[in-house]
């Protein structure tokens, strides 16, 4: 069978993939990625039905980072790059039945309702709060009740963790899933200190914090930057199957006696793309070249093809990027396979204005666990960015189960647009047939960084130490945003660059 060399192939199409393809394509590295989905792009995907835009992965990104900015330059979307509205600044959060505005600004904490005098005066406490033991495993409620007190993790971080991750704040570790806190208390021995004077420090490399960056997508939504990624990347296939890996003899030297046997590891099964791994089914046996690191072997359109590359990438979530590693790195496996994706249901409704409804003057609502309600939050779609509805329309997204009501997100659909247009006129007084609705759900949506993940990222690296040329990136390693993903793309690519330059050899 004909092998084809390329210098670098990429396991999985989402964007962290994609980001890293399009950056190895622009430094002279020929780049092979390889999808299992029928589409490239991943958890992000945009569509229009008339004048309504569907949303069925990320609404949205923040300018965290100058990678990122470079990145839709170079990539030619910067012109519909599209900022979110003045008008989305509100944030809500739901208190004994009601929305209240969050307060963003110090007058406007201290004189809100949502936080008693207490919590308020705590703050002022809260610098002379000793820092924990570095090495302590701390859970992100842990920590915030320590350093805030209980009613701010009720009101402002179990919600927002909600928000964000999907997450429980007592489950998640704050040193993995929210560094940067972590960081500033070690660092300066206060947040309110450490917010200060890592403003500066961010400055200096061109960064913004998530508190203070701005939030933007596109006009035709985040798909926008996506698809540019990949018309970037001329050697691409989209409906395959991986169905084995071989780690062959070129590794074996520099990985150390009995790291890689010399005739190759094997892995045989099906590598998903999707958020969970696909039955395994029997594969054919391809002997390893010994002419580059890696062998691939994979189904599409019903053919088998091999492939042969010096740099494997593997870019999927965790469940996926097990099964590739199990011949090789039984031990990663297992740890991968740890990592809990919650279900998460994504309802998009559409309604014409009503009186008494909410104003929708804002970014959209959260909801904390002690109010008891069945749903998540809501965002303001149409508030935030222009043509999401007709005009005189108005646009919702609402999410469902998480980590605090899985179940929730695992009924049928029916069922998930009942508690979302339930919820909605209870909390927004919204009319009771919609205009428009569209439901995802994702049964495996966000990776969550519970107490161990540090130990387990700490696999990968061994592994990638282990077996030069093996990259691992994905949203479950360096943060789970769109910026995020941009960066440890990048720090893989400057990974793959500094090591020597494979000869573009076919075998």
Known sequence: MTQIHYDVIIIGAGVSGLTAAFRLQEAGRRVLLLEKAPRFGGAIRSAREGEWLIEAGPNSTLETTPLLTQLIQDAGVEEQKLYASDASKNRYILKKGELTALPMSPPAFFSTKLFSWGTKLGLFLEPFIKPSAPDAQESVADFVRRRLGKEFLDYAINPFVAGVYAGDPDLLSVRAAFPKLYELEQKYGSLIKGQIKGARERKQRGEESKQSARMFSFLDGMQTLTDALAAAVPDKLHSVVTREIFVGAGTSDSAGAGAVDSTGALLSGPASMDNAPADRTEATHIPPSRNARFTVAAVHDGSEQTFTTDDLII?????????????????????????????????????????????LDGFGFLIPKVEGRRILGTIFSSTIFRRRAPEGKVHLTTFIGGMRQPEEALKSEEEIVQTALDEQRALLGTPKKPDFVYVTAWKHAIPQYLHGHMERMSVIDAVEERIPGLYYCANYRGGISVGDCVKSAHAIVDRVLASPSPNDVRV
Not at 321 to 350: C, D, K, N
């Open 315 to 359: 870019a999927t979530p965790a469940a996926p990027a097990a099964e590739l590693s199990r011949g090789f790195a039984p031990e990663l496996a297992i740890v991968l396979e740890e990592i809990p994706y919650p279900p998460v249901a994504e309802v998009i409704t559409g309604y014409t204005p009503s009186d008494g409804m909410h104003p």
